[in-house]
């Protein structure tokens, strides 16, 4: 049966060739592959200067680059991971591909303006580059005042203006999507017959187009009292530093759920095509990603509780950031349950999604030590935190992204990738993901401060073993690349619904054409049916 | 120094060291549960649901509300306890008692100094005696900076232009970390040095040994006669000034109508920017001392001005500023 599949001949791959075809294209699925391109290569710069870092932490003594050069090294790794890798990844890529065929629509509602968005995120990288070359910039990627505003002297305007600008990028496709899902499902297609991905999409935009104005104007704050002197940070000049702080987390703190969601959004398609099973409690699943958006705008504070705010407020965000962890420890259960009777198997991406559920768990429940205001207070701006998130966002949002890329890589080329190297790397970034974090959790009790060039020698042994599993998990990481890029004249044909899965999106050809559907889908029954007819011709390999 | 060579614990050093720890396994031990109870869930079931043939399906299950209910109310109870333990003690790490030792410390790009009432001051080195609450007031000279203490499991950070303060009081003689923690550019990592924790008989010798330029009052006093405060603040309340005896802990009436209480803080603001809160019935005339007065300087008027209200700032040299004393709080050991 395999070898009877053929690539349809006209697929939105080979509508329009040359580069022109692609730069003016509006087709959501053309952007969305320039979206992966583009944050491939910004995933591998930001990946370089993790490694510098990671490098320069083996020895206790900063032996290796000058103190400014690690500031500037971690700095552009947050700024690359965060604006330009990990905001965009999920959303503009698998969202930008899948929402439009998932609810049975032929495109976006706007695609002049999902391009715009594109060109919006190469221009803020231009910006990013430009400080760079131009020396780089040292304030951290959280830009703190009074430090970024008064005292560094790099290239802080330039990388403001880099986030700023890609700011309005993940504006505009937060407002694409969510006029799409309003007003563009296909008939039959209500609200709770949408794909959970479809769910997470709408939450993770309300954010977007709510937070992300508030740190585009921040940032210019910060510029305008660089460049014009305007005091608003600087105590010297009657402003107030601690301000920043609070802007600056009123919008990322709903930020870090931006990456996450759409990941969630993923875990939930793959956890039920790999057990042919609906989605367990599919209103709590869905309802919690709008509380979590919801609830994530109320906790910013958090991030001060060592500020100088007072006893009193440190005690409603305390309880609060306990509350936003419950609609996460939902999702948890939900996703659990969900394997009870189902019929279970384990290609890369469920592996992938298992590989999440591990440090999905251990990334929220180490939120709850943070929300602990006894706790945070010794463990606040420590190596604790920095294996906290990235147990979120690297173990989280990019296991996501991964196990996404993969469950979906049939469908946006056409061709299977190997499945014995792709189940490697799948444990190769689990393996290596845990040896380069969990040490940090103890880096971080012991009390070693983040952002330091050298530290006591006390710390090198868990500091090494980071650094050992940081190498693990760039093979992990490089793995993909190679096989991904081999399928795409090798990879044997994938069908259109390999995996045997439910959504609207597999009753397209692989690769669909441009227009997604031949005629208007009509949705009759609810989602995440799996019927043994399907499932059966599913062609696992 | 310290413990150290047994990677994974730091030294329990201070009397908050034992109940932080015990509130962090308290978490661990939770966290532990709910994960180990997830993991072994999927793990279970992907075994013994795995897929048998390919035409095979899983059940039509769609929820069970009791199960949501169950799972939903149970972890925010437990999470109620985790808020409330951890609220209680970061009430009492953030509430100094009365009879607290006052030390001053100053963060600037890449140190700390700090002082002592009794003159001393040093740099990268903090004395300190067993057995006795220290209060310490912070500020910063340039940015952020953050006064860690991990074998105390406190920290507080240096806020340019205001006073924060942290407590602690040591339990265990001996040489502790002090680390910066919130990054502050090039040399922030530099930016550390060492607790000594010494018996009191020691760190009175150890007071007794320094101190050239006399108290910090003494230096505040010649500083307030250099800087020429005394003619507009009269004793009398007939200067130009408002007399500035017996202010401290009072509410004062601003000019604007609104009222503040005279604390470190205040005396801090109104020496730099005294613009800021004119009090009532007199003029906007005091310069600013705005990058005159370097916030060392400022700290020794502070106390100077301090020392003009006795009975606020009762014989021990406490905080005008801090709280009614948590004397029997049961959650202080020693
Ligand atoms: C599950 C519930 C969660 C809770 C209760 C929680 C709590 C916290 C708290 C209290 C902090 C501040 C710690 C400190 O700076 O001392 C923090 C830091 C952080 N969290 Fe979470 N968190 C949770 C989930 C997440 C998620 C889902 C993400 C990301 C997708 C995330 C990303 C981050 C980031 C990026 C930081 C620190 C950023 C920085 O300082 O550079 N957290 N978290
Ligand atoms: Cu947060």
């Known amino acids: 049966m395999l070898d009877t599949l053929k690539l349809p001949e006209r697929h939105y791959l080979n509508n329009g060739h040359g580069l022109k075809s692609w730069l003016l294209t509006k087709d959501h699925k053309r952007i969305a592959i320039m979206y992966l391109i583009s944050i491939s290569v910004m995933f591998l710069i930001g990946g370089l200067f993790a490694a510098a870092v990671r490098v320069e932490l083996m020895t206790p003594e900063g032996d290796l680059f000058l103190a400014d050069t690690y500031n500037k090294m971690f700095t552009m790794h947050g700024v690359v991971m965060v604006f330009f890798f990990l905001i965009p990844s999920t959303p503009a890529v698998l969202g ?62 330039p990388t403001a203006l880099g986030a700023f600008i890609s700011g309005f990028s993940s504006i505009l496709t937060g407002l694409n999507f969510i006029v799409t899902i309003h007003r563009m499902r296909a008939p039959g297609l209500t609200w709770f017959r949408l794909p959970l991905f479809v769910w997470a999409h709408y939450a993770t935009s309300l954010i977007q187009v709510l937070g992300t104005p508030v740190v585009a104007i921040t940032i210019v704050m910060v ?216 040490p940090q959790f103890m880096l971080g009790y012991m009390g070693m401060p983040r952002r330091y060039h050298a530290y006591p020698d006390e710390f090198q042994v868990l500091n090494i073993m980071s650094s050992a599993g940081a190498a693990v998990l760039g093979v992990g990481y490089l793995l993909p690349v190679l096989y991904f890029l081999w399928s795409l004249k090798r990879g044997e044909v994938a069908g259109p619904n390999p995996w045997g899965a439910s959504g609207l999106e597999w009753q397209m050809p692989s690769p669909p054409p441009t227009e997604n559907f031949k005629e208007q889908p009509v949705v009759h029954g609810e989602p995440y049916e799996y019927t043994p007819h399907v499932a059966r011709e599913a062609n696992l390999v | ?140 000279e340039d940015v952020v900076h953050s006064l860690y203490l991990p074998s105390f499991r406190t920290k507080m950070d240096a806020i340019p232009g205001r006073y924060t303060h942290l407590w602690f009081e040591a339990t265990k003689v001996g040489e502790y970390h002090i680390f910066c923690t919130e990054y502050c550019g090039t040399n922030h990592s530099g930016m550390i040095g060492t607790v000594v924790v010494m018996e009191p008989n020691d760190y009175q010798a150890w007071l007794a040994g320094g101190g050239v330029e006399g108290t910090l009052v003494e230096r505040g006093q010649r500083l307030f006669q250099d800087l020429a405060c005394g003619t507009c603040h009269l004793d009398t309340g007939k200067g130009r000034g408002p007399s500035l005896n017996d202010i401290v802990g009072k509410t004062v009436a601003l000019a604007d109508g609104s009222t503040a209480v005279v604390d470190e803080g205040y005396l801090r603001e109104s020496i730099i920017n005294s613009q800021a809160k004119i009090v009532q019935g007199y003029q906007p005339l005091m310069p600013a001392f705005q990058g005159l007065v370097s916030e060392d300087n400022l700290v020794a008027l502070v106390e100077y001005v301090k020392s003009l209200s006795p009975q606020a700032t009762t014989t021990a040299p406490a905080a005008a500023t801090a709280p009614a004393a948590p004397a029997a709080d049961p959650t202080k050991k020693k």
């Open chain 1, 223 to 438: 510029a305008v009292e660089r460049m014009f002197g305007f005091a608003i940070f600087d105590p010297v000049r009657g402003g107030d530093p601690v301000l920043f702080q609070h802007l600056f987390w009123f919008y990322s703190h709903p930020a870090v759920y931006i990456m996450i969601l759409p990941a969630m959004g993923v875990i939930s398609e793959v956890v039920s095509t790999f057990s042919r099973k609906t989605i367990f409690g599919y209103s709590f699943v869905a309802f919690s990603s709008l509380a979590i958006a919801v609830f994530g705008f109320l906790v910013w504070a958090h991030h001060l509780f060592v500020a100088g705010i007072s006893t009193y407020s440190a005690m409603v965000f305390s309880f609060l950031s306990f509350a936003v962890a419950i609609p996460s420890a939902v999702k948890t259960f939900n996703w659990a349950a969900t394997l009870y009777k189902g019929a279970i198997s384990f290609e890369t991406p469920m592996l992938y999604a298992y590989g999440f559920f591990g440090l999905f768990l251990i990334g929220g429940l180490t939120g709850l030590f943070l929300a602990t205001l006894g706790v945070d207070i010794h463990v606040h701006d420590t190596y604790f935190v920095v294996a906290h998130f990235h147990y979120i966002m690297v173990g989280g949002a990019i296991m996501g992204y991964l196990g996404g890329l993969h469950f979906w890589w049939p469908k946006l080329t056409g061709r299977m990738y190997s499945e014995f190297f792709s189940r490697i790397s799948a444990i190769l970034v689990f393996v290596g993901f845990n040896l380069t974090f969990f």
């Open chain 1, 96 to 157: 930008n591909f899948l929402i439009p065929p998932m609810i049975g629509a032929k495109d976006l509602a706007f695609p002049r303006i999902n391009l715009l968005s594109l060109y919006l995120l190469w221009v803020g990288a231009a910006f990013f580059f430009y400080a760079l070359f131009a020396g780089g910039v040292d304030t951290g990627w959280t830009f703190y005042t009074p430090f970024s505003s008064s005292a560094s002297n790099s290239n802080v305007v």
């Open chain 2, 1 to 140: 120094m310290g413990s150290f060579g047994i990677p994974l614990f730091p030294e329990q050093a201070s009397t908050f060291a034992r109940d932080v720890d015990a509130l962090y396994f308290f978490i661990i031990a939770v966290s532990g549960f709910f994960a180990l109870g997830v993991t072994v869930a999927v793990i279970v079931f992907g075994i013994v649901f795995r897929r048998r043939h390919a035409g095979e399906v899983g059940a039509r299950i769609e929820g069970n509300l009791p199960l949501e209910l169950a799972w939903s109310i149970i972890p925010t109870m437990i999470s109620m306890v985790m808020f409330g333990w951890g609220a209680s003690s970061y009430f009492h790490m953030r509430t100094p008692p009365a009879e607290a030792l006052n030390i001053y410390a100053v963060g600037k790009q890449w140190m700390w100094k700090f002082q002592h009432l009794e003159g001393q001051r040093e740099i990268n080195e903090l004395h300190v005696p067993v057995g006795r609450p220290v209060k310490v007031t912070i500020t910063s």
